[in-house]
């Protein structure tokens, strides 16, 4: 069974910095596109950020673009979220999810979600 | 990009049928069969119920079905029961290469 299980988030100001981290178990981490996907408190989905199998490929929300960069460590089955400049509407729970990419269509497996804060 | 149109919320009674649906446009829904469907009980993370428009991952009953018709998709769920109260989103890959997630549908069983 597929497990993917995020962690780093926490409460930062506004203008900081933080480093999520989302480790993978139970399939071959390095075969699929990975993304992290979030969603504000009582909102909706918003795509944030998806990177190919080997890293060769990233693609962000506008409303990231510049900010956030996202990486992976397929010996660790790892995938990370750099968290830079956030703001006040950064706020959300931050799942990280198997899937995306041109090659995909959907996010067959998400984990159980980390909660960032930025507020002063 | 803006996010795909769904109702705020549909209702039903047990053993009836709901249709959600997903209005995007030809730069989404219209251009690609990419779109996936998500159910999200409250305090959950998403599950994936549909994808490629019509398809149900091993696991997801058939009263799930999902269609297609230019830039509108559609959710329809079948003899409705208690357990699937529970907020739907669809989801669409674009042409700029991103994806978008609809606004979200609360569903209500009576």
């Known amino acids: 069974q597929v497990q993917l299980v995020e962690s780093g988030g926490g409460l930062v100001k506004p203008g900081g910095s933080l480093r999520l981290s989302c480790a993978g178990s139970g399939s071959t981490f390095s075969d699929y596109y990975m993304s992290w996907i979030r969603q504000a408190p009582g909102k909706g989905l918003e795509w944030v950020s998806y990177?190919?199998?080997?890293?060769?490929?990233?693609n962000y929300a506008g409303s990231v673009k510049g900010r956030f960069t996202i990486s992976r460590d397929n010996a660790k089955n790892s995938l990370y979220l750099q968290m830079n400049s956030l703001r006040d509407e950064d706020t959300a729970v931050y799942y990280c999810a198997r899937g995306g990419g041109s090659s995909s269509s959907h996010f067959d497996y998400w984990g159980q979600g980390t909660l960032v804060t930025v507020s002063s | 990009q803006s996010a795909l149109t769904q109702p705020p919320s549909v209702s039903g009674s047990p053993g009836q049928s709901v249709t959600i649906s997903c209005t995007g446009t030809?730069?989404?829904?219209?251009?690609?069969?990419?779109v996936s469907w998500y159910q999200q009980p409250p305090g959950t993370a998403p599950k994936l119920m549909i994808y490629e428009v019509s398809n149900r991952p091993s696991g997801v009953p058939d009263r799930f079905s999902g269609s297609k018709s230019g830039n509108t998709a559609s959710l329809t769920i079948s003899g409705l029961q208690a357990e699937d109260e529970a907020d739907y989103y669809c989801?669409?890959?674009?042409?700029?290469?991103?994806?978008?997630f609809g606004t979200g549908t609360k569903v209500t069983v009576l």
């Open positions: 990177i190919s199998s080997s890293s060769s490929y990233t």
């Open positions: 030809s730069s989404d829904v219209g251009s690609y069969n990419r």
């Open positions: 989801s669409s890959y674009t042409s700029s290469s991103t994806y978008v």
